[in-house]
């Protein structure tokens, strides 16, 4: 199983941004998808997940600017951010927990994408 992210670039403040997140590979069932970011010096923090059920539970900081929205059809989650901020600058890596048969689970990251914003 892999997660392959994109969309990630630079954008002023105030900009908006689009990430995706496709899983490939042996998949069986997706649970909860996740984004995180780590900023530098800072640790990884939980941005915003949803789980197969569409429940949605987001970060604070990001909470009404940020959406996280899942193509399950296309095992591929999205990230839409909003009124970006210079502190949204990080590294965004996508998070699945993924089965790939009855009994086999495990935990999978994207490679990381940059986001960066600045004037």
């Known amino acids: 199983v892999q997660l392959q992210a994109s969309g990630g670039g630079s954008v002023q403040p105030g900009g908006s941004l689009r990430l995706s997140c496709a899983a490939s590979?042996?998949?069986?069932?997706?649970?909860?998808m996740s984004w995180y970011r780590q900023a530098p010096g800072k640790q990884r923090e939980l941005v915003a997940t949803?789980?197969?059920?569409?429940?949605?539970n987001y970060s604070d900081s990001v909470k009404g600017r940020f959406t996280i929205s899942r193509d399950n059809a296309k095992n591929t989650v999205y990230l839409q951010m909003n009124s970006l901020k210079p502190e949204d600058t990080a590294v965004y890596y996508c998070?699945?927990?993924?089965?790939?048969?009855?009994?086999?689970?495990?935990?999978?990251w994207g490679q990381g994408t940059q986001v960066t914003v600045s004037s």
């Open positions: 949803q789980t197969s059920d569409r429940i949605t």
């Open positions: 590979g042996r998949i069986y069932s997706i649970n909860a």
């Open positions: 998070f699945a927990d993924i089965k790939s048969s009855v009994i086999r689970r495990g935990d999978y």
